[in-house]
């Protein structure tokens, strides 16, 4: 790892104009993927700007239609959240089986996010929950967000402060993972509100998007039987040592089964 | 450089690192705690787990100043003199090792486990909550025999 300038602000403003100044800055959350990838020098900033000290990026608030979660909120917090659990389980339940203990006890929903990996969960909850994603600058809807492979509508002096998601009726998530690093090979979130359901499909392709067709049939015929006339192109899907594109296809149609069971 | 501070073992440190220095180097390099081990460079396998502020961590995947002003237990801070705390003894009674590359990583995720988890811990929950910390030697099962032995020797 390259060395840096280490900078440890005590609210969202100094962050911001730390990133300003800086000549080639970064913000880091929990580190769990900032330092990996400094390790291996993928990464060398020259700034350091840590989130961590920042006490109003934190915790969770409850209203009566759903639940915001501060950015810098572990993944092990909102897995132990009571109100998440009561709110939204199925969210509660996808922390739970992000990465291993000590990589939650670090790991948060914002670096998640805002880092869109491929294989990452929060995104298929971000997108299938319909949340918002608040910053220091504005309010992003999750349709609006993930743009690409490692890729957000966040600018480089922009940072998550929330991520608030509506309650739905019914929610679940079903992830094949990879057994070394327990990331999504292929993950879905399915999310029925009223007659609207919305699905996230993360780990199958690039960037984790909405999965149309599915929802197409959802609405519909809510139950797994309904999904097997479903074609899922096999072309878009991620292949490498993992998973053949063929298979994720398959996956995804399976894990949008299990899904769709588990919310009824 | 900028200067830490932190509590190890119970013992106030501080040092002049540079800002890329890892908590594990800290550890191992400048304070000689080598107990807690380095066994990947992809934040993986859990051989260098230690406990900030009382939760568990990879302090390969932690920098040093991230820890300033905190409270960090590691392996050499469990026994009491040539007493070995419970979930140690009942590593070495249960073979829980081999090699012993991984044991303070495991040694230090057990204890986590117990704390969320309580004394009575099944086999399930034990390997659940192990899947940060590789052993190249055991085949683990003699090491969820002894999380789950270490255990029920703490609650006694
Ligand atoms: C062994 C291992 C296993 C893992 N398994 C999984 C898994 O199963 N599923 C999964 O989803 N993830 C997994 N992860 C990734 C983990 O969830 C990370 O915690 C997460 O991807 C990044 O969060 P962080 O808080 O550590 O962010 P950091 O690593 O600190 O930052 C990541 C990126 O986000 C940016 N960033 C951070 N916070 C903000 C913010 N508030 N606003 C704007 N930008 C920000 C940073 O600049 C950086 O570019 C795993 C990681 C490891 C090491
Ligand atoms: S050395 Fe820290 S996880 Fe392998
Ligand atoms: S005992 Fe050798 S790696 Fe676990």
Not at chain 1, 242 to 249: D, G, L, P, Q, T
Not at chain 2, 74 to 85: D, F, K, P
């Amino acid at each position: 790892m390259y060395d840096f300038s280490y900078h440890n602000p005590k609210n969202v403003a100094d962050a911001v104009s730390a990133m300003n100044e800086a000549e080639d800055g970064k913000f880091v959350a929990g580190g769990q993927t900032m330092i990996p990838t400094m390790k291996h020098r993928l990464a060398s900033p020259s700034d350091i700007i840590d989130l961590r000290g920042i006490a109003e990026l934190s915790g969770i608030t409850v209203d009566g239609r759903g639940i915001s979660i501060g950015a810098m909120t572990t993944h092990a917090e909102v897995a132990a959240s009571s109100d998440v659990q009561a709110m939204i389980p199925a969210l509660a339940a996808l922390a739970a089986n992000i990465g291993d203990p000590a990589v939650r006890n670090c790991g948060t929903i914002g670096g998640s996010v805002a880092n869109n990996d491929p294989a990452a969960d929060y995104p298929a909850a971000v997108i299938a929950l319909g949340a918002t994603v608040k910053t220091s600058k504005r309010e992003i809807s999750a349709d609006d967000f993930f743009t690409g492979m490692f890729e957000t509508a966040l600018e480089e002096d922009e940072l998550i402060t929330a991520i608030s998601f509506p309650k739905a009726d019914a929610a679940a998530y079903m992830k094949f993972e990879n057994p070394a690093s327990r990331y999504a090979i292929v993950g879905v979130f399915v999310a029925k509100t009223g007659n609207d359901v919305r699905v996230g499909i993360t780990g199958a392709t690039p960037c984790a998007h909405r999965g149309m067709r599915l929802e197409e049939v959802l609405n519909s015929n809510f139950s797994a039987d309904a999904l097997e006339s479903v074609e899922i192109p096999v072309a878009k899907m991620n292949a490498d040592i993992h998973a053949s594109a063929e298979y994720r296809a398959h996956l995804v149609k399976v894990m949008t089964r299990r899904a769709v069971a588990a919310c009824s | 450089m900028p200067v830490i501070h932190m509590r190890v073992n119970g013992n106030p440190v501080s040092g002049e690192v540079e800002a890329r220095t890892l908590l594990v180097q800290f550890l191992r390099d400048d304070l000689r705690l080598t107990g807690t081990h380095v066994g990947c460079d992809t934040s993986q396998c859990g051989a260098c787990v230690v406990h900030v502020d009382g939760k568990s961590v990879k302090s390969c995947t932690m920098l040093a100043i991230m820890a300033n002003d905190c409270e960090v237990m590691t392996i050499e801070g469990l026994a009491n003199g040539s007493e070995l705390h419970p979930m140690q003894q009942a590593f070495m009674d249960n073979h829980g090792l081999q090699c012993g590359f991984c044991t303070p990583g495991m040694v230090m995720s057990a204890l986590d486990i117990v704390e969320r988890n309580g004394n009575d811990l099944d086999e399930a929950t034990i390997r659940k909550e192990l899947t940060g910390n590789i052993c190249r030697c055991t085949g683990y099962h003699n090491i969820v025999k002894a999380v789950k032995a270490g255990a029920r020797a703490m609650g006694d």
